[in-house]
């Protein structure tokens, strides 16, 4: 639902009268096409267009929201002035809006709707069979495929006017293997901010049998251990126990009230000397990229942690007033029925000097890690956790057997100064990430790495 | 301007080849509250009307989700459920329409200033419960109004409605150079009198309090007793173990256990839709199928799962009414209204005192990752107390909990009076606390 611009300086004029220091509205229009496929056949499908609009408004350090997909100008008219009777200070006179800033510059040729629903699932289709012709145990395939196609525009009470397009997709290819009356799974999800293109250079049957590898060597595999162990990391995706250690708790959410285990301690060793951590919205095509962030700044690199001291936080406008600090282009929603905070974007360890070969060869008892499920932390204790897949005991330097069902816990600050290997592969994974703002696309990565203790809670 | 909507684009959708139309139409408006050191620091205020349409095409089932009520944008959408219906292949099946009378009632919410004052009092008595609370996190409200109708091309119409909300408050206490989290939440449904604010204050920053000075526990196997909130979660998790669907497609532990002993004879499960305090009022399911009460544990043996109209169909029977959406915009799946744990008779202090030495856990973390709803298998984040002859001696954290729920079911030696009620998204799960033989810890093995 993207409004003229007449109705967006109307929309600012009412909230400036309000009595607000600042005013934004957030405009979006997505095309979704979600297309859920078993071996069995299509098992469900959405498609259609997310559409509304945001409309944020600031008193002091109070921030205010109201959204609707109701695009009548007398509804949004009134939601702004639900907002503004909350608010206390006196009537300001907002800029008028500049020219547009368009992010979106360069995409009008690209679109989902080149293709038919029909091809999207033969797509599909292609995974699906390499996955169950990869081994007599893979007994079930599901595949969700997604596109979206999103539109949004920002108009602000300082007079910008920025627009951007963000073309996104992703297969989240998941196999399950049955063996002796148990069924386990294996999971990969390739996605990136590229149109169908992508999956011309992504080898999708190599995709799906690596989910089908990871479900058969599940299936056989032994409970494992609980307790203290060294637990080698591997790269990719594995980049999630950073994200959950510290990256939720250098956001300004967390940080700029106190409720971080990092507030107050920029410039400090927080971290080994072997951890440098960034954020990076910049980076091109990748899936947790943003061109134009949810508040209207270009997406950018951002050195949390280098060399295992604190560098920055990930700040939106309104903790950035609190923090007296600027934005860091971070700002995200998923849609526009959220209100935007600082999130991560791409987050990454950077590449160190060891292999993998080196790293686990040095490992004469522990834990190595392929890929993780998904994680929580509370960023005020630093306390996270994180369930893990793709694992193996570690004995005198070798993987020896496949384990399961292992959930990983600790502290964030502690971890950070556990890191004693780094190596040279870095790889980065796609996911989501669920908070405050919503579900959003992350990337997660690093190289391969070691991590002196970690408590397992296994099975047995 | 949505029921115009509808209106009109009956007529396009027609004309353009579509036999039979179905519309799932949700409505909803909402506030959220926040007050932060006793003033307003957020307000939220949301109006929809969405829309997902179903249509026949050459005798098959399309779909298509409508946010945007522009209708020159009817052809685009006509076109989408062409192109699904004859990609898809799905037979097209009408909603039914039961016969729901219209409720009375309209709801509303208290006053913002009202609002506000109970916040407000409910943040201060948290900070004055003890002078090691540091900051009330988050204090908030959360009140929403929504209504479900089901119509199609020849005027059949049925709706529900139904407004409930849900209030958190968040603490962190510290001592020395420990910090520690407590909260408490509760929701609660609109038609009846707003939960004591301040009451739950008090007990969420109670626990903040009571887990300062805490230390890990030994890794080993040991007997414990899980609090009503730690059960909802658990159950929550693992609702879809019992989804005839997942059943059908070998992806539940339950498959052809049907008639058999599951868990204990102690444990009996139901689905109450029409549950005066359930926290889901639903009289139809989003395929217009009445909900109904069911027995699916009946002392231990496995009675019943859940179906929607598909699963129910592919074995020839009827739909439980447990046909209900993920979001406005998915085809119906499955789900659930009120699921109850039948209480036990023990209070809370019986219990305690039964566990004799052990753990009770009261909070866990990470239930989407670390749950397994194909084989039952759990291993999670944990925090609680050691107990100690039936005392509580110490706050415990940093530690796991891992097994299986259904082996845990299994083991269970007796069960709490008291119910706690959570609201997952798919449906509402009551639970009472649970003392277990043995569930698998793992904690630092220094601090035993």
């Known amino acids: 639902m993207i409004l003229s611009p007449k109705t967006l300086e109307r929309i600012l004029d009412c909230a400036c009268a309000g009595g607000v220091d600042f005013a934004e509205v957030f405009c979006e229009e997505t095309q979704r096409n979600t297309i859920n496929v078993r071996n069995s056949g299509v098992d469900g499908s959405s498609c259609g267009r997310e559409s509304g609009v945001g409309i944020r408004v600031f008193s002091g350090l109070n921030a205010y929201y109201a959204y609707s997909n109701d695009g009548r100008e007398e509804t949004l008219l009134r939601l702004t002035k639900e907002l503004c009777a909350a608010c206390k200070g006196g009537a300001v006179q907002p800029a008028p809006l500049r020219k547009l800033v368009d992010y979106g510059r360069g995409k009008e040729n690209l679109s989902f709707s080149s293709r038919s629903y029909k091809e999207k699932i033969r797509l599909v289709e292609r995974a699906i069979h390499a996955g169950m012709d990869f081994d007599s145990e893979i007994s079930q395939m599901n595949v969700r495929y997604l596109d979206s196609d999103r539109h949004i525009l920002i108009a602000n009470s300082e007079g910008f006017l920025g627009a951007d397009r963000q073309l996104k997709t992703r297969m989240l290819i998941t196999a399950y293997a049955q063996h002796g009356g148990n069924v386990r799974s294996g999971y990969i999800g390739p996605g990136a901010m590229r149109g169908l293109d992508f999956y011309d250079e992504i080898d999708l049957e190599a995709c799906a049998k690596h989910a089908a590898q990871a479900a058969k060597t599940a299936v056989h595999a032994e409970k494992c251990p609980s307790g203290m162990m060294t637990v080698v990391v591997d790269n990719g995706f594995g980049g999630l126990m950073f994200h959950e250690a510290c990256g939720h708790s250098l956001e300004a959410s967390s940080v700029a009230r106190g409720n971080s285990e990092f507030s107050g301690k920029l410039g400090q060793q927080v971290a080994s000397p072997l951890v440098t951590l960034i954020d990076d919205g910049s980076l091109p095509d990748e899936w947790g990229s943003v061109p134009m962030d949810d508040e209207g700044n270009p997406g950018q690199r951002n050195v949390l942690i280098e060399n295992g001291i604190l560098k920055g936080y990930l700040i939106d406008r309104l903790e950035g007033r609190r923090m007296g600090m600027a934005a860091t282009g971070s700002a995200r929603r998923q849609s526009y029925k959220f209100a935007p905070e600082a999130r991560m974007t791409n987050t990454f360890i950077a590449p160190g000097n060891s292999s993998r070969e080196e790293i686990i060869a040095n490992t004469e008892r522990g834990l190595f890690v392929g890929n993780i499920n998904g994680g929580s932390v509370n960023p005020a204790t630093g306390d996270f956790n994180f369930n893990v897949t793709e694992t193996w005991l570690i004995e005198n330097g070798k993987l020896t057997r496949p384990v399961y069902g292992a959930t990983l816990i600790g502290s964030g600050g502690q971890v950070l100064k556990q890191v004693d290997m780094v190596g040279s592969n870095l790889k980065l994974g796609q996911g989501y990430c669920y908070n405050n703002s919503g579900a959003l696309y992350i990337n997660a990565g690093q190289p391969t790495l070691r991590v002196k203790n970690i408590l397992v809670g296994g099975l047995r | ?448």
């Open chain 2, 1 to 448: 301007m949505v029921q115009a909507y509808i209106r009109k684009f009956t007529r396009f959708a027609m004309e353009q080849g579509l036999s039979r139309l179905a519309f799932y139409l949700e409505e909803k408006e909402g506030r959220s509250v926040s007050v932060y050191q006793g003033s307003c620091d957020k307000l939220e205020y949301f109006q929809q009307a969405q829309l997902f349409v179903e249509g026949e095409y050459e005798g098959f089932c399309g779909s298509v989700f409508v946010e945007n009520f522009d209708e020159s944008l009817m052809r685009e959408q006509v076109d989408t459920i062409k192109e699904t219906a004859i990609a898809r292949k799905k037979l097209f099946v009408p909603y039914e329409y039961p016969l729901c009378p219209e409720t009375e009632g309209e709801t509303e919410w208290l006053p913002l200033d009202q609002m506000l004052e109970k916040l407000a009092a409910a943040e201060k008595t948290a900070y004055e419960l003890d002078k090691q609370i540091t900051t009330v996190q988050r204090c908030v409200c959360h009140e929403r109004k929504q209504k479900v109708t089901l119509l199609d091309h020849q005027g059949h119409s049925v709706s529900d409605h139904w407004a409930g909300g849900n209030f958190f408050l968040g603490v962190s206490a510290k001592q020395e150079d420990q910090v520690q989290l407590g909260g408490k939440g509760k929701a609660f449904l609109l038609n009846k009198e707003y939960p004591d604010f301040s009451k739950l204050a008090e007990q969420g920053a109670e626990r903040a309090v009571s887990k300062l000075g805490s230390g890990s526990y030994r890794t080993g196997n040991c007997p414990v007793l899980l609090e009503p909130s730690v059960v909802c979660q658990l159950l929550d998790a693992f609702m879809p173990t019992f989804f005839a669907k997942n059943i059908q497609n070998h992806m539940s532990v339950l498959e052809g256990k049907t008639g058999q002993m599951i868990c204990g004879e102690n444990i009996c499960l139901y689905e109450a839709p029409q549950l005066a305090e359930g926290l889901v009022q639903r009289r139809f399911d989003d395929e217009g199928v009445l909900t109904t009460e069911k027995t699916l544990i009946q002392q231990g043996k496995f009675r019943t799962c859940l179906y929607n109209r598909q699963s129910a169909a592919s074995e020839g029977i009827s739909s439980g009414g447990n046909g209900f959406k993920a979001s406005f915009s998915d085809e119906a799946d499955t789900g659930y209204t009120n699921i109850v744990l039948q209480p036990g008779t023990k209070t809370q202090d019986e219990l305690q005192k039964e566990l004799g030495n052990g753990l009770l856990i009261d909070d866990v973390s990470g239930v989407f990752a670390g749950a397994n709803p194909v084989s039952g298998d759990f291993s999670l984040i944990a925090k609680g107390y050691r107990v100690e002859n039936g005392c509580v001696v110490k706050g415990v954290t940093q530690i796991t909990v891992a097994g299986n729920f259904f082996d845990l079911l299994c083991h269970v030696k007796a069960l709490g009076s008291e119910l706690e009620a959570m609201d997952g998204g798919k449906g509402c799960v009551f639970c009472p606390a649970l003392l277990v033989e043995k569930l698998m810890i793992s904690g630092e093995e220094l601090d035993s």
